[in-house]
């Protein structure tokens, strides 16, 4: 469609002002409507049929709460100043409030671009002189005894004295030393005239008592309400007899609003926050030393997750019938880990998160890796980090949350329901944004990063200090360092390519985050003209034009991190990856012997040679370099698992750079001679020996009195033990007995790995609807410009003579569309229908009729802007359009 017939770019002409949000819609071009879509994408969700949809749901609470919610702290105080402005209000005004009677010049720089924030999102609207905050807003925000105002100011003084009898009111305005006045309006605007007056003001407390103006310093800054007695003191008296304090309720009185903006210099607020707090940088290293330590820290991350689901090959823990894992298990798992309950949380929740780990749900529910983890297993490291990190930087899941209480105080576990945070992908974008934003190598003293957090979304209450944003804060700076995104507090190389970051450069702390939030806006307070966001900037102070270079502490506050495609995604993974990869070590194949019983892997080792060497040998330590130690109980389990001794020594052999020590080829021999001496069957359990002295050896041993032996033969005894118990208690004993099958021979034991079925990684929980794409929004500003011009354009009188019902649709005969419709494709002209889908979904439409046949009219719809073909039978109803609208 032509932007003739949506002549939306110019401004509003001063007589021609909007009288509500539609109106205001209305005079913004596309790039202006899709700007708010973006800002606000549940407003497009469904798509509104016209403007006056989208103001309605624009007006909604919950759409008013969610984008308060998302104001940065200054746009947030000016929504909060204007909430408590008269209203309209003033550009100046509104100023004042905010700037105070000293005039700030860095909150008069800023307030543009605040102002402008809250118009592009249609929060506030009207011209400078006319300023407006959408009614639902002005509810939340505005000051009333249920819900103190957030500014901490209270009622104005017609508002208090609303209820006052006229009697009292005049000797509240002779005891202030005014005049008395024929009527109760015009002495509640006489003392507001004098509570306005700075110097009249000044002069009425300088004869204040010291306990009086100590009361009112007490209330300046919220709550303004007070209790008081029936026979309140003298300087009580004084202030409520001079109207500075205002009864409400018998016992409670309350610090007017003017008198409150007068002891305050006239600020709305007790501290303006104009300006984003700096992200301070605590250290400096060189980006070698970060990357390398944040590859050190990868490798480690990669080594925990592959033990812990090592540790549970054969079937991890038992799953809770609540969901999730018992704290017992828990402890269990971080005693095998050698960490902390909460890191211990952290990796059991990123393998979940990866997809390496989940519910076998089977009838007795465990936790097992699933087959996704063999396939992570055989992939080169870099790549199974990249698995790991991208997973941790997009799952909602907080694992800082175990350990903690949900809203019906039940214990939050690892692995369990009730750990996922829409806000948690965000945050961790956002806090990796601010640590790409520092020069490189530099660290960040996280007291900043909160604090800056904090100020581009303020907590719900002004006095928190531990919200969730500020929690998954702290805990993304602790986990990302676990993971290796940063080293030494300093944002790696692969860690600012998984962001989809450039290589590091010089970046300002608003540059990194990709984007700013809305354009520098700002508007002339005299100006009769109603603009949208996006328009010139305000000449009063150092604000800057749209097209001015505004210095970084000026700058709009970036907006988050816009989501990614997919295959975005992927492309930085791999970009990460590839920085990566040459930091992290060759596995090795080899290892060094020692004589005394240890062998140390100087570094990662190649999966055959480690998986075996597992069962050769106990990890003793780890670290840089890993310490296995060689006892008889390892030996055994390799020659339970089917080696034989030849095939341990010449794996030693093949594997070890140095030669294969005596003492650990004595040992092999050793295990080995006794291993299998003994033979252990189901009678209920049984031994057997060749050798009878041996047998008579075991029933002499006191240790073996709880297996309950006796000799069946010279060579057997038979146990009321089982199998498996008779198997340890000997080996307890200090013998190296071996499992046989009913048949004779030995049995190997191997580990069996146990798997889930095929398992998907969990999806994480949006943030409510998803921020659209340009095609969409481009697609939304269409179809709500067609159905906006659809129901506003004007249309003929009705056939009875009446004027067309605003939204209704058209109501003709078939005969009276058919004639009408045969008309208008002679004429030419365009005709206003009413059109029911096959759905039952009723919409109306402005059409220029091409042809009618078959019973189908052809036409040009220029709310679809397209050219369609109608069913005449659907058709509700045809009317003309007026003079000029044709």
């Keep these: 469609m032509s932007t003739e017939e949506h002549p939306t770019t110019a401004p509003a002409p001063a007589g021609n002002a909007p009288r509500s949000l539609a109106e205001a819609l209305r005079t913004r071009d596309d790039a202006s409507l899709a700007a708010l879509l973006r800002a606000r994408p549940d407003l497009i969700t469904p798509v509104p049929t016209d403007l006056t949809q989208l103001a309605t749901r624009a007006g909604t609470r919950a759409s008013v709460v969610?984008?308060?919610?998302?104001?940065?702290?200054?746009?947030?105080?000016?929504?909060?100043?204007?909430?408590v402005a008269s209203e309209p209000a003033a550009y100046d005004e509104l100023l004042a409030l905010l700037a105070g009677d000293d005039r700030d010049p860095v909150v008069i720089g800023a307030f543009p671009r605040a102002l402008g924030t809250l118009r592009e999102q249609a929060l506030v609207w009207g011209p400078d002189d006319r300023l407006r905050l959408v009614r639902t807003a002005r509810e939340l925000l505005a000051p009333v005894p249920q819900h103190?105002?957030?500014?901490?100011?209270?009622?104005?003084?017609?508002?208090?004295?609303?209820?006052?009898?006229?009697?009292?009111?005049?000797?509240?305005?002779?005891?202030?030393?005014?005049?008395?006045?024929?009527?109760?309006?015009?002495?509640?605007?006489?003392?507001?005239?004098?509570?306005?007056?700075?110097?009249?003001?000044?002069?009425?407390?300088?004869?204040?008592?010291?306990?009086?103006?100590?009361?009112?310093?007490?209330?300046?800054?919220?709550?303004p309400y007070g209790q008081v007695t029936a026979d309140p003191a003298r300087h009580l008296r004084w202030l409520i007899d001079r109207g500075l304090l205002l009864p409400t309720a018998p016992g409670t009185v309350v610090l007017p609003r003017e008198v409150a903006l007068h002891l305050r210099a006239g600020r709305a607020h007790r501290v303006t926050e104009p300006v984003a707090p700096t992200v301070e940088a605590a250290a400096t290293h060189r980006p070698q030393v970060v990357d390398s330590t944040a590859a050190g820290q990868a490798y480690t991350a990669l080594a925990t997750v592959e033990e812990l689901l090592k540790d549970w090959h054969e079937g991890g823990p038992a799953v809770l019938r609540a969901g999730g894992l018992s704290v017992r298990d828990l402890k269990r798992t971080a005693v095998a880990l050698d960490v902390s309950e909460p890191v211990a949380a952290f990796w059991v929740e990123l393998a979940y998160a990866a997809g390496l780990l989940a519910s076998d749900g089977a009838a007795e529910e465990r936790y097992a890796a699933t087959p996704a983890y063999d396939e992570w297993l055989e992939l080169p490291s870099a790549e199974r980090w990249g698995r790991l990190a991208s997973a941790w930087l997009t799952a909602t899941r907080a694992p800082g949350l175990v350990g903690g209480r949900d809203a019906k105080d039940r214990t939050l576990s690892a692995l369990g329901p009730g750990l996922?945070?829409?806000?948690?992908?965000?945050?961790?974008?956002?806090?990796?944004?601010?640590?790409?934003?520092?020069?490189?190598?530099?660290?960040p003293v996280a007291a900043s990063v909160l604090a800056r957090l904090q100020w581009e979304r303020p907590p719900r209450s002004p006095q928190s200090t531990d919200d969730l944003r500020t929690r998954l804060a702290r805990w993304t700076l602790s986990e990302a360092e676990s993971l290796g995104m940063t080293g030494r507090g300093a944002l790696s190389a692969q860690g600012r390519a998984l962001l989809g970051l450039p290589p590091a450069a010089a970046h300002d702390a608003d540059s990194a985050a990709g984007h700013d939030a809305g354009s520098t806006t700002g508007h002339h307070a005299g100006s009769a003209t109603g603009h949208h966001a996006g328009s010139t900037a305000h000449d009063a102070g150092p604000a800057a034009g749209p097209g001015d270079k505004l210095p970084v502490h000026k700058r709009p506050h970036p907006a988050p991190v816009s989501p990614r495609s997919p295959a975005e995604q992927a492309a930085a993974a791999e970009r990460a990856v590839r920085l990566l990869a040459p930091l992290l070590p060759e596995p090795l194949d080899h290892v060094l012997l020692q004589a005394d019983l240890t062998a140390v892997a100087p570094g990662p080792l190649q999966r055959p040679l480690a998986d075996t060497l597992g069962v050769l040998a106990?990890?003793?330590?780890?670290?840089?370099?890993?310490?296995?130690?060689f006892t008889p109980g390892s030996v055994r389990r390799a020659l339970d698992a089917g080696r034989s001794a030849s095939d341990l020594h010449a794996f030693l052999a093949a594997h070890s750079r140095t030669p294969v020590p005596q003492p650990l080829t004595y040992l092999i021999d050793d295990v080995a001679r006794r291993h299998g001496h003994l033979r252990i069957g189901s009678a209920s359990a049984y031994v057997r020996c060749d050798d009878d002295s041996m047998l008579n050896e075991i029933l002499a041993d006191k240790r073996s009195q709880v297996l309950r032996l006796r000799r069946l033969a010279p060579t057997v005894l038979a146990a009321q033990a089982d199998p498996g118990a008779l198997l340890e208690g000997l080996r307890a004993m200090g013998f190296a007995p071996a499992a046989e099958s009913a048949e004779g021979d030995v049995?190997?034991?191997?580990?069996?790995?146990?798997?889930?079925?095929?398992?998907?990684?969990?999806?994480p929980v949006p943030d409510g609807p998803p921020v659209p794409d340009a095609t969409l929004l481009g697609a939304a500003v269409r179809a709500i410009r067609a159905g906006d011009l659809a129901s506003t354009t004007p249309r003929k009188p009705t056939s009875d003579g009446g004027p067309p019902g605003s939204g209704d649709l058209p109501r003709t005969s078939p005969a009276e569309t058919l004639a009408t419709v045969q008309a208008a494709v002679m004429t030419g002209e365009a005709l206003w229908i009413?059109?029911?889908?096959?759905?039952?979904?009723?919409?109306?439409?402005?059409?220029?009729?091409?042809?009618?046949?078959?019973?189908?009219?052809t036409a040009y719809d220029h709310t679809?802007?397209?050219?369609?073909?109608?069913?005449?039978?659907?058709?509700?109803?045809?009317?003309?359009l007026a003079e000029g609208q044709a």
Excluded at 66 to 83: G, H
Excluded at 429 to 435: G, N, Q, W
Excluded at 837 to 851: C, D, H, L, S
């Design 66 to 83: 969610r984008a308060l919610e998302r104001l940065d702290r200054f746009a947030l105080q000016t929504a909060e100043a204007l909430a």
């Design 747 to 763: 049995l190997i034991t191997r580990a069996h790995a146990h798997r889930t079925p095929p398992r998907s990684a969990p999806a």
């Design 864 to 880: 679809a802007d397209e050219v369609r073909t109608y069913p005449l039978h659907r058709v509700t109803g045809v009317a003309e």
């Design 420 to 443: 996922d945070r829409s806000a948690a992908s965000e945050v961790r974008h956002r806090v990796l944004a601010l640590l790409a934003a520092l020069p490189e190598g530099a660290s």
């Design 148 to 223: 103190p105002s957030p500014t901490g100011l209270g009622p104005t003084v017609a508002e208090a004295t609303a209820g006052m009898s006229p009697g009292r009111i005049q000797e509240i305005v002779t005891a202030a030393g005014l005049p008395s006045t024929h009527d109760s309006v015009s002495a509640r605007a006489a003392l507001t005239g004098l509570f306005t007056d700075r110097s009249r003001m000044s002069a009425l407390l300088d004869s204040a008592p010291a306990e009086s103006v100590d009361v009112l310093s007490r209330l300046v800054w919220g709550p």
């Design 834 to 857: 009413g059109y029911v889908n096959a759905e039952g979904t009723a919409t109306q439409r402005v059409i220029a009729p091409i042809r009618v046949e078959g019973g189908f009219v």
């Design 618 to 629: 106990d990890v003793e330590s780890k670290g840089g370099a890993t310490v296995y130690r």
